[in-house]
């Protein structure tokens, strides 16, 4: 594989765990953000998550050290110019996203291949508008990526098979095991997950149960890690919103229609984690169920 040195676009949550993973695995890593506060809060983030290591006793002081050291921020593009591959873990809007590929485009050799962590948008859109769609690809992570081990790699009719199978190697090269998926909205993950997701909203707006207990069926009857109601406030509930809408638009099928009690939610901005608050309070430790929801 010739992969050197890996371009991270955006260092929020999504693409500084990229930029992590690429750097614990000895790429060089340069990760773009629009300005020097976001490029100060996402490289802060991967100082934290290493931190917490050393605390843990995961990680050395000195693989603390290391692994920062190979990671280099920048507000330019240009900067991306020696990058073998990059990794566009940009907001999910595909202005933004068309945006910041014509930039790259500029910017970049033609070898270079451009990979989307997108988990919505279609990969074969964001690939024709390049200048090299063979060269596009799929790459999507899972959240905290650190610490999961799935890498999605998705393939448009454009892609070439060769860059496909560059692209799972570099996944399995960075410690992650790599799936392979056509282009169809939500891969195989979000696919399976979103449906399912909703379907526990819609158990909360039946008042099927709890918000608890839904969470404790799922956790203790199948073995879950977490419950969908918890999940639903890591994974975001806007993030979920914007998911389902486009899955719906396509497919048109109930399953991926966002049920109302999830639009109220994030229309109050309970969107979970992220703003304290969603299904669940996190002004305390432990988290408490939201009142007043149904
Ligand atoms: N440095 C090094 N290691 C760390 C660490 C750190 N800062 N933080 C945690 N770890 C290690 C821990 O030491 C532990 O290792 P061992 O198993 O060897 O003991 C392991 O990571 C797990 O850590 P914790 O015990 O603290 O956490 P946990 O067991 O509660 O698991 C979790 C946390 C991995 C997030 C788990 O709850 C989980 O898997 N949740 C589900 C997450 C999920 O489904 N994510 C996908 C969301 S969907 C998505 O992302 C896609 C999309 O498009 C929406």
Do not use: W
Not at 39 to 53: E, Q, T, W, Y
Not at 87 to 98: D, F, H, L, S, Y
Not at 203 to 209: F, H, I, R
Not at 247 to 253: G, L
């Amino acid at each position: 594989m010739s992969i050197k040195n890996v371009g991270v676009v955006g260092c929020g949550l999504m693409g500084s765990g990229i930029a992590q993973v690429s750097a614990e695995a000895g790429y060089r890593v340069t990760v773009r953000e629009v300005s020097d506060a976001l490029l100060k809060k996402g490289i802060g983030r991967i100082d934290g998550f290493l931190a917490k290591g050393v605390e843990r006793g995961k990680v050395s002081p000195e693989r603390r050290a290391e692994v920062l050291g190979l990671i280099q921020g920048t507000t330019s593009f240009e900067a991306l110019a020696d990058c073998d591959i990059v990794i566009e873990a940009a907001v999910e809007n595909i202005a933004a996203k068309a945006e910041a590929y014509r930039a790259l485009d500029a910017a970049c050799p033609p070898e270079t291949i451009f990979a989307s962590n997108t988990s919505s948008l279609s990969i074969t859109e964001m690939a024709a508008a390049t200048k090299r769609a063979a060269r596009f690809v799929g790459l999507h992570f899972f959240n905290p990526v650190p610490l999961m081990k799935l890498v999605e790699v998705v393939r448009s009719p454009l892609t070439s098979p060769g860059v496909f199978e560059e692209a799972c190697a570099f996944a399995a090269s960075l410690g992650k095991t790599p799936i392979r998926s056509a282009d169809k909205t939500g891969f195989i993950v979000n696919r399976l997950l979103v449906p399912y997701l909703l379907d526990a909203i819609r158990a909360v707006e039946e008042g099927v149960g709890s918000v608890e207990d839904i969470d404790r069926g799922m956790q203790l009857g199948c073995g879950y890690p977490m419950g969908p109601l918890t999940l639903l406030d890591f994974v975001g509930l806007d993030t979920t919103c914007s998911i389902a809408d486009i899955m719906f638009d396509d497919f048109r099928e109930r399953r991926f229609a966002p049920p109302p009690l999830l639009k109220r939610m994030v229309q109050a901005g309970l969107c979970g984690r992220k703003s304290g608050k969603g299904f669940y309070d996190y002004s305390q430790e432990p988290p408490t169920p939201t009142p007043g929801l149904v």
